[in-house]
């Protein structure tokens, strides 16, 4: 079984700011990570995602996430936020035997102060 | 490929009636999945389908809720009767069979029972 904890679901920065939502996951095999953003009133949509590999993963929009086993976290930053990056954040979790269950924790909303 | 069509995109029904949302998943996606989003309890999963089986339910709230899929490329989610506490933003998720391999949302259901 997997689980996943967003620590903070709100995070407020100044623009220009660095960003940092965190993420911790449990799973009983090594996972498969992703971080999903969604903007208001649209699906979700995918940031970046760590399978194997290389532990820092660069995904669109200047985001990028760190994979750290040690820590079992999979924490998201961007160095400059801008103001549309202002969205819902989710977290994601997959274990990596073939299972398909996608599960997410309960998401952070990120707001960008001018 | 268009991507998950989900129709319709809002839906005002009067409580006690039946509301059937439909899905359209990325073709030669095998995995099929039905999200809610409520502001309360997040992102919950109701149900997912493998190559149209339903393969784990447990996520679906009570009776009232069905889902079916059947053909690769159309699924329902049926709520009978509704209920005002149904209202929320219903998703559905498609993915292909490869596990380190993203879900793709559709754009989501506003449902509101009144």
């Known amino acids: 079984a997997q689980s996943v904890t967003q620590l903070g679901s709100h995070v407020s920065v100044s623009e220009g700011a660095l960003v940092l939502l965190r993420c911790n996951y449990s799973?009983?095999?090594?996972?498969?990570l992703f971080w999903y953003v969604q903007y208001p009133n649209q699906g979700l949509q995918l940031l970046l995602k760590y399978t194997t590999g290389a532990t820092l993963v660069k995904g669109i929009n200047g985001f990028e996430a760190e994979f750290k086993k040690s820590e079992t976290s999979f924490h998201l930053t961007k160095p400059s936020a801008h103001m549309s990056d202002a969205a819902e954040y989710f977290c994601?979790?997959?274990?990596?035997?073939?299972?398909?269950?996608?599960?997410f924790g309960g998401g952070t909303r990120l707001m960008v102060k001018p | 490929d268009a991507g998950v069509i989900q129709s319709p995109r809002h839906e005002v029904t009067e409580m006690g009636q039946e509301v059937t949302l439909r899905c359209k998943p990325i073709s030669g996606h095998d995995y099929l999945f039905w999200y809610r989003q409520t502001m309360m309890r997040g992102l919950e999963l109701l149900i997912y389908?493998?190559?149209?089986?339903?393969?784990?339910d447990s996520g679906m709230p009570e009776d009232r809720f069905s889902a079916k899929m059947p053909n690769a490329s159309f699924s329902t989610l049926k709520i009978q009767p509704s209920e005002p506490r149904d209202s929320a933003v219903y998703f559905c998720?498609?993915?292909?069979?490869?596990?380190?391999?993203?879900?793709?949302f559709g754009q989501g259901t506003r449902l509101t029972v009144v």
């Open positions: 994601a979790v997959t274990p990596n035997n073939a299972g398909n269950m996608l599960t």
């Open positions: 998720a498609s993915r292909n069979r490869v596990p380190n391999t993203e879900a793709f």
């Open positions: 799973s009983s095999v090594p996972p498969y």
């Open positions: 389908f493998n190559n149209n089986v339903p393969i784990d």
